[in-house]
């Protein structure tokens, strides 16, 4: 801070003595070289002939981590009208993570600017912010192709591009901002220059639209263009540009609106773009943007040039290394030739560069899984593929700019291989896919910024049968160790009985779990007809089990199973209660179709089960309980084999369970907003919550922290569940985070989402004239009434940087006495530097003020 005091008495005497009003534009952009090193590069256009430009050999930056360094220029070019190119470069090394605000001032901005009142006694500023943070990965700034100055006729649009350029692919966004002063702060009396219908930056394409000027003069604007990776924004630039506009009778070119494109990675773009002029001016085409920064192979060719007219050609062959997600924009410019004011024109095309497909080869199923081979594209760079599964043939074809998997389209992202992995089994998860369907699946491959190819062919199959059929895996005895499951299948036939002659007999295999991880031989029969088992003395209680049936046929001279054994599990019946209701769900493994699940209930151990309801998905909620009463539940699942293999239904009992419904679950929690009452000194902290969960809301809490990183305590509970408004009135600082959570009867409390925090008032002004003349009016720089303010570090100089005054206390209390000799200083303007300690969401914040206070002649002065 103290060095920043420096910079500031430097800038001041700098003021007084050149009269500095040289600055016209400028915008300041970063690239990062190691983990917390940034190399800075410092760009201002500025009055050629102005003797400021011979003594900004230097100029003051202030780096956001309350350090400040005066950076060389290191470049200069001149460019034509009298402008100036500076270019300043330094590098400079964070502490450590953070967002990091850096600033430029330099005094001071030209004469006459007109939407800026007084602009020549106002300082030329631009900011950019940086975040750190070793999650997003390192980061560079947009390159900003496209100078900020121009020139507009009144009555024509204007149309300026800044060509921004993000080599790491990171997603751009545009928006107007209003032009920065001293410390980067907003310049009051600031407005957008005066536009006949609008004046406006395009959010997505960066093109700044003035339709139409309606005033001769110079403007300055500010566009804020900002960075954003993965929905994270990690950087801001603030650009200031200057706008000449003249009176004229010509009409701008038009460049001939040039389309959007998506291109396959490896295949060549070509498009022409052609631009008139109606006045019969010679157009200069010219092209800037991402393709010419990145590839040497796109290029842009002038095809013919006469009065009026003039045709260009683009093209670009692609390469695997130009794949990413967010698109590169060629910007095309239009400007006349040979007169005074030329006149120019934009046009943009987004160009998507995109992955080729993977190609799915194969499927291969067994009775309750998939095999897939696929092959990667000539772009294998990727780091996943990632695996969609649907039921049923899709019948889609993706368009030229349809990447990955849309929605609506029924296909489910269900797993992913890392780098060049192109082999996957789909076992459902270890669940085992269902028989009776047809699946189908498509691959895409994705790319380490988030870039997704196009999406594979298509190709569907059907698991395999397998036989003997299973036909039931019944429950008929819940119990922990005397349980029971009847176990049917289906007689196996369809085979060869010359080469199999048999005898026949069946094995019967049991495993725990779904997926029949751990089978175990557990009988057998005698006989090809015997095809039915009781599995006894078990615990269906708690456990799932799976079967397995083998037939095998013993001849004298050789022992062979017959088929491909299926897998068949018992259907298992969950419970879990929470807002008064039991929610019911079964997990089973079934080579069948189950299409109904019949629900049956049984209350207060009365002896008898009711059927209430089913289910088509497995899943119930019964909502007709009393909270403290016992129930018990079964399923009763209905299914059938597909394709008719079977002639008939099958039916299949879950174990019986039993649950006491009870009310855990926290009500919904509530939407928040907190306005601050600045002048009040109160935080009006309101909220409301659907109507649907109003029923279950008893009470609330409101809950406040006067940090950001404080823990959020409770300090107020209402009485009634209608109450929606609370007035909190702070003792520390107005600034704060809020939370309010919704509390039933049982005592659950919602669960905190997130917070709401507030810090935008502030109290502390200091007067800018006073008059110690002893008549008790205005005689001491106070400064207006205040709050929530530690401290103060208060400097008072004259005009030759001599220190007058200085207290730590906040009321300040300065009567004009000189504090070595406590003499009256002589009337004048004082520059003060004021550090302000006030208590902030982070705590203790330093905000600093600057300015000059005119000490009035109060009638007896004795000089310095």
């Not at 009144?154 to 002063?181: K, M, W």
């Not at 007999?505 to 029969?525: A, E, F, M, P």
């Not at 259907?571 to 879990?576: Q, R, T, V």
Request: aromatic letters at 12%.
């Amino acid at each position: 801070m103290k060095f920043l005091k420096f910079i500031w008495f430097f800038i001041f005497l700098w003021t007084i003595s050149a009269h500095a009003t040289h600055n016209r534009a400028g915008e300041i952009t970063y690239r990062q070289i190691s983990e917390l090193t940034y190399e800075i590069t410092l760009v201002t256009y500025t009055y050629t002939p102005s003797a400021a430009n011979e003594t900004r050999d230097f100029l003051p930056i202030v780096w956001g981590d309350n350090t400040n360094q005066l950076i060389p220029r290191v470049h200069i070019d001149l460019l034509p009208d009298d402008y100036s190119r500076n270019i300043y470069r330094a590098e400079h090394t964070y502490p450590g993570p953070g967002i990091y605000t850096i600033v430029m001032e330099d005094p001071n901005r030209n004469d006459g600017v007109n939407n800026i009142p007084g602009s020549v006694n106002v300082v030329f500023s631009i900011a950019t912010t940086l975040k750190i943070d070793a999650s997003l990965g390192f980061n560079t700034t947009p390159v900003l192709l496209n100078p900020p100055l121009d020139k507009a006729i009144v009555g024509q649009t204007f149309i300026h591009n800044p060509g921004a350029y993000d080599a790491e692919g990171d997603s751009i966004s545009y928006r107007l901002t209003i032009c920065r002063q001293d410390y980067g702060q907003v310049i009051p009396g600031y407005t957008f220059p005066p536009a006949s219908t609008a004046f406006y930056v395009d959010s997505i394409i960066g093109d700044l639209v003035w339709d139409a000027p309606t005033t001769v003069g110079v403007y300055n604007v500010a566009m804020l263009i900002e960075e954003w990776r993965n929905k994270v924004k990690i950087g801001v630039i603030i650009r200031d540009m200057q706008i000449e506009v003249s009176y004229g009778n010509d009409i701008k070119p038009e460049i001939t609106p040039v389309a959007d494109y998506c291109i396959e990675a490896g295949q060549s773009l070509g498009f022409l773009v052609e631009a008139t002029d109606v006045d019969g001016d010679v157009i200069e085409l010219s092209a800037t943007g991402g393709p010419f920064e990145t590839s040497p192979s796109a290029t842009f060719s002038i095809l013919s040039s006469i009065s009026g007219f003039s045709t260009g050609q683009f093209d670009w062959q692609t390469e695997c290394s130009n794949i990413r997600k967010s698109p590169y924009q060629a910007i095309f410019k239009a400007e006349e030739l040979y007169r005074t004011i030329p006149l120019v024109d934009f046009e943009s095309s987004q160009i998507w560069v995109v992955a080729p497909a993977p190609n799915l080869l194969q499927l291969s199923p067994t009775f309750n899984s998939i095999e897939l081979d696929w092959s990667a594209s000539i772009c294998n760079t990727q780091v996943a593929f990632d695996i969609y599964r649907k039921i049923s043939p899709s019948g889609w074809t993706p368009s030229n700019c349809e990447l990955g998997i849309p929605s609506g389209i029924g296909f489910e992202k269900m797993a992913s291989t890392l780098g060049n992995e192109t082999h996957y089994v789909d076992a459902n998860s270890g669940l085992g896919l269902q028989q009776g369907f047809e699946y189908c699946y498509r691959i895409v491959a994705r790319y380490s910024d988030g870039a997704e190819s196009y999406a594979s062919n298509e190709l569907c199959t059907q698991l395999e049968l397998g036989n003997p059929l299973i036909t039931k895996v019944s429950v008929d005895s819940t119990h922990q160790n005397q349980g029971e499951i009847l176990v049917h299948w289906a007689q196996f036939k369809d085979f060869d009985t010359l080469v199999s002659p048999g005898p026949y007999h069946y094995l019967i295999y049991r495993s725990t779990g779904l997926v029949g991880s751990q089978l175990q031989l557990i009988d057998s029969t005698l006989s090809q007809v015997d095809t039915t088992f009781l599995d006894r003395q078990i615990d269906t209680k708690s456990q799932i089990y799976s079967y397995s049936i083998e037939m095998y046929s013993n001849s004298p001279t050789k022992r062979e199973r017959l088929g491909n054994p299926q897998l068949a599990s018992s259907h298992f019946l969950s419970a879990y209660t929470g807002d008064r209701k039991v929610h019911l769900s079964v997990q089973k493994n079934t080579p069948w179709v189950n299409d109904t699940m019949l629900v049956y209930r049984e209350s207060n151990f009365a002896s008898h089960f009711d059927s209430i309801g089913y289910t088509l998905n497995g899943t119930f909620v019964d909502s007709t309980v009393l909270v403290g009463q016992t129930y018990r539940y079964y399923y009763k699942s209905l299914g059938y084999y597909a394709n008719s293999v079977l002639p008939y239904r099958l039916s299949n009992l879950s174990q019986q369970i039993e649950i006491i419904p009870l009310d855990s679950i926290a009500p919904c929690a509530p939407q928040i907003t907190v306005q601050s009452n600045c002048d009040s000194y109160y935080n009006s902290i309101k909220w409301q919550v659907a109507d649907s969960c109003k029923q279950d809301i008893f009470r609330y809490k409101v809950y406040y922290s006067s940090t950001l990183e404080g823990t959020l305590s409770p300090i107020w509970t209402s009485s009634s569940a209608s109450d929606s408004i609370y007035e909190h009135f702070p003792n520390t600082s107005i600034a704060g985070c809020y939370w309010v959570s919704a509390v039933d009867s049982f005592g659950n409390e919602s669960k905190l989402l997130t917070k709401t925090c507030v810090d935008y008032c502030t109290y502390y002004q200091l007067p800018n004239v006073f008059t110690p003349n002893g008549d008790g009016q205005n005689d001491l720089v106070i400064p207006s009434p205040y709050r929530f303010v530690e401290k103060v570090d208060m400097k008072i100089y004259n005009r030759w940087g001599n220190l007058v005054f200085q207290t730590n206390n906040p009321d300040i209390r300065w009567d004009g006495r000189y504090m070595e000799n406590n003499k009256m200083l002589s009337p004048g303007v004082y520059y003060y530097v004021c550090d302000v300690y006030e208590y902030r969401l982070s705590g203790i914040e330093v905000r600093a003020l600057s300015g000059f206070i005119q000490l009035a002649d109060p009638g007896a002065a004795l000089h310095e």
